[in-house]
């Protein structure tokens, strides 16, 4: 049996972001046979069919932020240990490395015990930090960052790209050699994420009964463009009095509540916290409409797919990823416009037959181009063509 161990340097599982796609990857592995397991922070919860293991507990670590913690460095250490040590009893074939940290502590491991690594990664990690405001823009800092993502960068065998943009940049910016680069996007389970899931219960709960629903799911940040969403709002209402937007996910729950009082749309707008990934389904089948304003236009989306399969015309900012994943079936607006939001937004409530045709062709889109039964053998084939089959042969 083929097996791969996983290196994922973030406190797994958190309902979000790459947490998924390192969930649904191990999920279509082991459906296809593949014996897998996933070295992990002490941080995070156990999901079901999901092997892990994970970093010995620290009494002072009992949360870690999105983005950067100071505590991730010496984590990262312990989490090599941790998967050296689980390397000598599960004997891989492969090591998987996700994030940066993760293709570095897998292409170290992966010379140490003699198999290649694979490296899984969603956009640049020197990108990610300025855009998260963890790192100016310019001066030395991102200069010495730059320095070292090119050097993780040399390491793995294959190197996995969530987007064709990220491919380019790749090849073109970071001098990594394609036959070294596969494009595979972010994907989803379409018998999971469908439409008609009954939600009527949940809708009354929630006391929007009535209203024309706008979803937008996942961290609730300024970087994935939360507060310009809650700036266009008041001009949505404005031309669809009914208009509700729901906002689901975490962190910051306190202070997007206080922003939509201060703007005095607190009456049509609901902050319901973080929201479990098994959750998500019923959740969006609340939603005429589905939204992502990620600021970044680089980084990968995975939100965009999960609307998509379930049938939700989706309004994002324009941006290679947005356009790569929504195709000609979004609506994509000029980042940062807020007013062009709001009219996407209005616009689309405003119209059923256009949110018919978009949702049915975001839903095929989806289930054709990225479901995981299709992904899952583009990665098997990953797995072979650096000498896997070949290994396990002799």
């Known amino acids: 049996m083929m097996r791969v161990l996983m290196l994922a340097p973030t406190p797994f599982f958190g309902d979000r972001g790459c947490h998924v796609r390192i969930f649904e990857e191990t999920r279509t592995l082991r459906a296809r046979g593949v014996d897998v397991l996933v070295a992990t922070y002490h941080v995070g919860r156990d999901v079901p069919d999901v092997p892990t293991t994970r970093t010995p507990r620290l009494g002072w670590v009992r949360r870690l932020p999105v983005g950067f913690s100071i505590h991730k460095p010496y984590l990262d250490v312990i989490l090599f240990l941790t998967a050296a040590r689980a390397a000598r009893r599960f004997r891989p074939d492969v090591l998987h490395g996700h994030l940066h940290e993760g293709a570095a502590l897998a292409s170290l491991l992966g010379r140490l015990i003699g198999r290649p690594a694979v490296a899984d990664l969603q956009g640049s990690l020197t990108g990610e930090l300025v855009d998260h405001g963890t790192l100016p823009a310019r001066g030395p800092l991102p200069a010495v960052v730059r320095r070292l993502e090119r050097a993780i960068l040399r390491g793995p065998t294959r190197i996995l790209a969530s987007s064709t943009w990220l491919a380019r940049e790749l090849a073109e910016r970071w001098g990594v050699p394609a036959r070294r680069i596969v494009p595979l996007p972010d994907g989803v389970d379409p018998e999971v994420f469908r439409p008609g899931i009954p939600a009527d219960a949940l809708r009354h709960r929630l006391g929007i009964d009535g209203k024309r629903v706008v979803v937008y799911l996942g961290v609730l940040t300024p970087y994935q463009g939360v507060d310009d969403l809650l700036a266009a709002w008041p001009a949505v209402v404005r031309a669809v009095p009914d208009a509700h937007l729901l906002l689901m996910g975490y962190p910051n729950e306190d202070r997007y509540r206080r922003e939509a009082a201060r703007q005095g749309i607190e009456g049509s707008v609901t902050v319901t916290g973080g929201i479990a990934y098994h959750e998500a389904p019923r959740y969006l089948a609340l939603g005429e409409v589905a939204v992502s304003p990620k600021r970044s236009t680089t980084e990968a989306n995975g939100k965009l797919l999960n609307y998509m399969a379930c049938g939700l015309p989706?309004?994002?900012?324009?941006?290679?990823?947005?356009?790569?994943?929504?195709?000609?079936?979004?609506?994509?607006?000029?980042?940062?416009?807020v007013s062009a939001l709001a009219d996407a937004c209005g616009g689309l409530l405003q119209d059923a037959g256009e949110r018919k045709l978009r949702g049915q062709a975001a839903r095929e889109r989806a289930v054709a181009e990225f479901g995981w039964p299709v992904l899952g053998g583009r990665l098997l084939e990953v797995y072979r063509d650096i000498g896997l089959a070949g290994r396990l042969a002799r």
């Open 314 to 337: 989706t309004i994002a900012y324009d941006g290679p990823v947005a356009r790569e994943i929504l195709g000609e079936t979004g609506v994509l607006v000029p980042l940062g416009d």
